[in-house]
């Protein structure tokens, strides 16, 4: 790899003041210079630094093993090419005057080819940003000439759309960039301007419509555009709305995430985690539903605060009431006028015909794992997708009984019952485009967590596991089951809790590598300037420890409140707690 010495650009990108940046008068903020402990600091560099036996199982090791090999054209490898952005989002790391005015960090085009040229042999996908805005670098154009030369099979980037222009749109298209993730928080203009600080809607509605033109133009079905959303409380009444501003500009997707909550910038009562739980999940199913309507795609939902009528073990939430039809007049009130009240005297009381009964037909399937379920940790998580026209009751797990099973543990499958699975929202775009008109298909993906401790301490080796999805009606079918494995097995599937150290890399402007942007720690995992093949940056000692604490089911703590997850622990106070902004550490 060539090597080059990093230099400082501080006149790369212009400085904006800072004052015109907040048309509604919320004052911008100073990071905090003391965040205290936190669950990511301290990253040790031996393996096993999270483990507190000391000592990994020779089945972990080669599960590790198995699961870093580089393979082609399998990692998403993640690259900001600049430390900087135009605007100053109310949520954002970047209304810290510290994080905004940072010395700027640019990515050399040559420094960007070399990288490119080191990860393309294992690379599927490449993403040109991930915390920071690349339209901003002088360079982008040429990166994009760069990166389409070596032909990934996925190119993409993250932007707010707001600095796309005429060259860039066409550099774009040159390239054979495959997705452009556009952040559009709000549909009106004036919610748009108070969150993306900085930003126009019309300016960015503007500019997409310019890359569709170019891809109506070319005949092209490329790049496919996303719209992302954080979801607060600034723009929750607008959901609906954002979902037919995609569907009428011709958006391919729209991604929902919770709002993460950095310390230091107010945010606390935007996030939804503190309104009102019933109308939050009203506004959510609203979108969700109007999206399926609209045939616009889901890439990424939240699931429904578990609150009376929107249960997590449940599909079938609460529903609007439909209108009451026109009916006879209620017993005991006098029909009105004198022919009125004869025909009520002479007539036969009318008797409403029989409803004819509807058919359930549940469809779905366990998807993972394909095979049997092999533990290495503590966890193995069961998932699939279930389906009936009127919305299922349940998802259950039940296992076979042992020698030793209380009889009224024993239900009348002859089943010792586990637990019920949970229903996701958006996590299978496959079922909701095969069942378009099923009102529930957006809540079709499910998921369960059996834990080890849950099954007998003897016996459990060779158990069966059986997954049952059952209608409102009673209606019941067998959607899978699974044989349970104790120990691991060659070619076995394994349980994480997050595959990013597995399938990914993250590389910042400095060149700086970690397992993934949101993996906060205070120091990187590798150099890519090191003088060091790629195969050692991937294996470094560092990776392997977190791979390692992973398949053996110790996640550390800087996973306790990963953004990853937080559309799925809705449920879990920690999941929005606030989080240290990380951005300036190696500054400190």
Same mark, same amino acid.
């Given at each position: 790899m060539t090597?080059?010495?990093h230099?400082d650009?501080?006149?790369a990108?212009?400085?904006?003041?800072p004052?015109?940046r907040?048309?509604?008068?919320?004052?911008l903020r100073?990071a905090p210079?003391?965040? #205290?402990?936190?669950p990511g600091?301290?990253?040790a560099?031996?393996?096993?630094?999270?483990?507190a036996?000391?000592?990994? +199982?020779?089945?972990v090791v080669? $599960?590790?093993?198995?699961?870093s090999?580089l393979?082609p054209?399998s990692l998403t490898v993640?690259?900001d090419?600049?430390?900087?952005c135009?605007l100053?989002c109310?949520?954002?790391h970047?209304?810290?005057?510290e994080v905004?005015?940072? @010395?700027?960090?640019?990515?050399?085009p040559e420094?960007?080819a070399?990288?490119?040229r080191?990860?393309?042999?294992?690379?599927?996908?490449?993403?040109?940003s991930?915390a920071?805005?690349?339209?901003s670098?002088p360079h982008?154009?040429?990166?994009?000439?760069l990166a389409g030369?070596?032909?990934?099979a996925?190119?993409?980037?993250l932007?707010?759309?707001n600095l796309?222009?005429d060259?860039l749109v066409q550099?774009i298209?040159?390239?054979g960039?495959?997705?452009?993730?556009?952040?559009?928080?709000?549909?009106?203009?004036a919610?748009?301007a108070h969150?993306l600080?900085?930003g126009?809607?019309e300016k960015a509605v503007?500019?997409v419509? $310019?890359?569709?033109?170019?891809r109506?133009?070319?005949? +092209?079905a490329?790049?496919?555009?996303?719209?992302n959303?954080?979801?607060?409380?600034?723009?929750?009444?607008?959901l609906?709305?954002?979902?037919?501003?995609?569907?009428?500009?011709?958006?391919?997707?729209?991604?929902f995430r919770h709002?993460?909550?950095f310390?230091?910038?107010d945010m606390?009562?935007e996030?939804l985690?503190?309104?009102?739980?019933?109308?939050?999940?009203? /506004?959510? @199913?609203?979108?969700?539903?109007?999206?399926?309507?609209?045939g616009?795609t889901l890439t990424?939902a939240?699931?429904?605060?578990?609150?009376?009528?929107f249960?997590?073990?449940r599909?079938?939430?609460e529903m609007p009431?439909a209108?009451?039809a026109?009916?006879?007049?209620?017993?005991?009130?006098?029909a009105?006028?004198?022919f009125?009240?004869?025909?009520?005297?002479l007539?036969?009381?009318?008797v409403?015909p029989?409803a004819?009964?509807?058919?359930?037909?549940i469809?779905?399937?366990?998807?993972?794992?394909?095979g049997?379920?092999?533990?290495y940790?503590?966890?193995?998580?069961l998932?699939?997708?279930?389906l009936?026209e009127?919305?299922?009751?349940e998802?259950?797990?039940?296992?076979?009984?042992?020698?030793?099973d209380?009889p009224e543990?024993i239900?009348a499958d002859?089943h010792?019952?586990l637990?019920?699975?949970?229903f996701?929202?958006?996590t299978?775009?496959?079922?909701?485009?095969?069942f378009?008109?099923n009102r529930?298909?957006h809540?079709?993906?499910?998921s369960y967590?059996?834990r080890r401790?849950?099954?007998?301490?003897d #016996?459990?080796?060779?158990l069966?596991?059986h997954?049952?999805?059952?209608?409102?009606?009673g209606?019941?079918?067998?959607?899978g089951?699974r044989q349970?494995s104790l120990?691991? #097995?060659?070619?076995?599937? /394994?349980?994480v809790r997050?595959?990013k150290?597995f399938?990914?890399?993250?590389?910042?402007?400095?060149?700086h590598?970690?397992?993934?942007?949101?993996c906060?720690?205070?120091q990187p995992?590798?150099?890519?300037?090191g003088g060091?093949?790629?195969?050692d940056?991937w294996h470094?000692?560092r990776?392997?420890?977190l791979r390692?604490?992973?398949v053996?089911?110790?996640?550390? #703590?800087m996973?306790?409140?990963?953004?990853?997850f937080?559309n799925?622990?809705?449920n879990d106070?920690?999941?929005f707690a606030?989080?240290a902004?990380?951005?300036t550490?190696?500054?400190r």
């Amino acid at each position: 790899m060539t090597q080059e010495t990093h230099r400082d650009h501080t006149d790369a990108v212009p400085l904006a003041d800072p004052v015109a940046r907040a048309p509604r008068g919320r004052p911008l903020r100073m990071a905090p210079r003391d965040m #205290g402990a936190h669950p990511g600091r301290g990253l040790a560099l031996e393996p096993g630094w999270q483990y507190a036996g000391g000592e990994f +199982s020779g089945a972990v090791v080669a $599960k590790a093993r198995e699961m870093s090999t580089l393979r082609p054209d399998s990692l998403t490898v993640l690259v900001d090419i600049v430390n900087k952005c135009n605007l100053r989002c109310i949520m954002c790391h970047f209304s810290f005057d510290e994080v905004f005015y940072q @010395r700027s960090q640019l990515m050399q085009p040559e420094t960007f080819a070399a990288i490119v040229r080191a990860v393309r042999p294992y690379t599927r996908r490449l993403l040109l940003s991930a915390a920071y805005e690349p339209t901003s670098s002088p360079h982008f154009a040429e990166i994009l000439r760069l990166a389409g030369e070596q032909r990934f099979a996925e190119l993409s980037f993250l932007t707010n759309g707001n600095l796309l222009n005429d060259k860039l749109v066409q550099a774009i298209a040159d390239a054979g960039v495959t997705e452009v993730c556009v952040s559009v928080h709000a549909a009106t203009a004036a919610t748009y301007a108070h969150i993306l600080r900085g930003g126009a809607l019309e300016k960015a509605v503007g500019n997409v419509e $310019k890359l569709l033109a170019l891809r109506r133009e070319r005949n +092209s079905a490329l790049p496919r555009i996303q719209f992302n959303v954080a979801l607060m409380r600034s723009n929750l009444e607008e959901l609906v709305g954002i979902i037919e501003l995609a569907a009428k500009l011709g958006v391919d997707a729209v991604a929902f995430r919770h709002l993460i909550v950095f310390e230091g910038l107010d945010m606390e009562a935007e996030s939804l985690a503190r309104h009102d739980r019933h109308q939050v999940n009203r /506004c959510i @199913r609203a979108a969700l539903l109007r999206a399926q309507e609209l045939g616009v795609t889901l890439t990424n939902a939240t699931d429904y605060f578990d609150v009376e009528g929107f249960e997590a073990s449940r599909q079938c939430v609460e529903m609007p009431a439909a209108p009451a039809a026109p009916g006879p007049e209620p017993a005991g009130m006098p029909a009105r006028g004198l022919f009125a009240r004869l025909r009520a005297l002479l007539s036969p009381p009318a008797v409403a015909p029989a409803a004819a009964p509807v058919p359930t037909v549940i469809q779905g399937s366990v998807d993972t794992p394909a095979g049997d379920l092999h533990f290495y940790g503590d966890t193995v998580e069961l998932s699939g997708w279930a389906l009936t026209e009127e919305g299922l009751l349940e998802v259950a797990l039940s296992r076979d009984p042992v020698p030793g099973d209380a009889p009224e543990q024993i239900n009348a499958d002859g089943h010792v019952p586990l637990g019920l699975a949970t229903f996701h929202n958006g996590t299978r775009a496959d079922v909701m485009r095969a069942f378009a008109d099923n009102r529930y298909a957006h809540r079709a993906g499910w998921s369960y967590a059996l834990r080890r401790s849950a099954l007998p301490p003897d #016996g459990a080796d060779g158990l069966t596991v059986h997954v049952i999805a059952k209608a409102r009606n009673g209606n019941r079918l067998l959607i899978g089951k699974r044989q349970v494995s104790l120990s691991g #097995g060659d070619g076995a599937s /394994c349980h994480v809790r997050c595959h990013k150290p597995f399938d990914s890399l993250y590389i910042d402007a400095r060149a700086h590598v970690y397992p993934y942007p949101d993996c906060h720690t205070d120091q990187p995992f590798g150099d890519m300037q090191g003088g060091q093949s790629f195969e050692d940056v991937w294996h470094d000692p560092r990776l392997a420890a977190l791979r390692l604490d992973m398949v053996a089911g110790n996640a550390p #703590g800087m996973c306790v409140r990963c953004p990853l997850f937080i559309n799925r622990d809705v449920n879990d106070a920690q999941t929005f707690a606030p989080h240290a902004d990380f951005s300036t550490e190696a500054k400190r």
